[in-house]
């Protein structure tokens, strides 16, 4: 995935969950304009969960998967926290593994990054969240549209 550029690789992580919803049975929108916050819609019933899509990229020197949290504003390439009436839960994509990680909006506006390591145990202690716990978590979504 090093050689595909980042619109691509958010356009497959997209895919790769409105795959996963579908085949669970919920429908899936999707905004018309690009660059939305919302980057899919699921709807089960007559209730809505508002989806932002997030590509995991790897970090070798690392040993993880990393998730930017902030929008990067397309003309002055500042970062800021996404507005929580356009997002009810992140998903984050490891792409290459497609590991899935679901993580309510509240876990996340105030983290500018998620560190993921699906692949191994965290080495350090340094991280203070675990967010191996949301690790293929659609339940999630499920419980907050049967509510």
Sequence with gaps: ?????????????????????????????????PQHQTDLIVVKGNKIAKLQVKSAVWEEKTNRFRVPLKRKHSISHTRKFYDPNDIDFFIFVCLGIEITYIAPYELCYTKPEAHLYPHRTKATLKETFDWEEYSDKFDLISEFLDK
Excluded: C, M, N, Q
């Design 1 to 33: 995935y090093k050689k595909i550029p980042a619109l691509s690789k958010g356009k497959i992580a997209e895919d790769i969950v409105a795959i996963e919803f579908t085949k669970r049975g919920f429908d899936i929108f999707v905004p018309y304009t």
